[in-house]
């Protein structure tokens, strides 16, 4: 079974601070994507990346940067978080060529007071 | 670019009753089209996809979704369901993204199937 991790479930900064979101995947997989997901909203792509240090901007990418060093791990990055970055962020990755049929790690809720 | 309607936020629903999710993409000339779903306190799952051929396409736990061109339309559908269906689904279209010419998902907002004893 294809497994992708969050480095947390919960975490809750103050305003300002710089964020780290980890992602890893055991599946040797090329595509890892980075969502945020709210209420009436769905999910948003914000980050994407379909090679070792090789990034693309999703549709809200404003805030955030991303970090991919290892195949396996995919960072998003919060600069200095503010109080409308508090969301669920959830990460993906899939197969090259399989965009489409992601796999999706259990998601990370960020609360930025 | 493409987006995605899914008509009702949330759909109240006795056990062993049918159910019907209504998902609507915009037009394109050829589109493919997903199903997730995403339990209590956990990530998404795919439940099924329609790349081409048949158009009733059939998924996990006894859910089907039948692709409609001329409706733009692509609605989830289960005879009857159980309490453990209860959870957010979300319809999903693929989209080729700028000069890289890349996939990605675009997603809808989600329904909340809520499934009562």
């Known amino acids: 079974d294809v497994k992708v991790t969050q480095s947390s479930r919960y975490l809750v900064k103050r305003t300002g601070e710089k964020v780290f979101l980890e992602c890893v995947q055991d599946?040797?997989?090329?595509?890892m994507f980075w969502y945020r997901q709210d209420p009436g909203l769905g999910l948003r792509l914000i980050y994407f990346?379909?090679?070792?240090?090789?990034?693309e901007k999703g549709d809200i990418p404003e805030g955030y940067s991303v970090s991919r060093e290892k195949k396996e791990r995919f960072s998003l990055i919060l600069e200095s978080a503010s109080t409308n970055q508090t969301s669920m962020y959830l990460c993906?990755?899939?197969?090259?060529?399989?965009?489409?049929?992601?796999?999706f790690g259990p998601g990370t809720r960020l609360t930025v007071l | 670019a493409q987006s995605v309607t899914q008509l009702d936020s949330q759909v109240p629903v006795f056990e062993e009753a049918p159910v019907e999710l209504r998902c609507n993409y915009s037009s394109s000339v050829s589109v493919y089209l997903f199903w997730y779903v995403q339990y209590p306190n956990q990530g998404l799952q795919l439940l099924l996809k329609y790349l081409s051929g048949s158009t009733l396409v059939k998924g996990i736990n006894g859910f089907e979704a039948e692709f409609n061109k001329s409706q733009t339309s692509f609605h989830l559908r289960k005879p009857s369901v159980h309490i453990s269906d209860t959870a957010e689904y979300f319809c999903a279209v693929s989209e080729t993204s700028g000069s890289g010419g890349y996939n990605k998902l675009i997603f809808g907002a989600g329904t909340r199937l809520a499934v009562h004893p």
């Open positions: 990346s379909y090679d070792v240090k090789m990034k």
């Open positions: 599946m040797d997989h090329e595509n």
């Open positions: 993906a990755s899939s197969l090259e060529g399989q965009a489409d049929t992601q796999y």
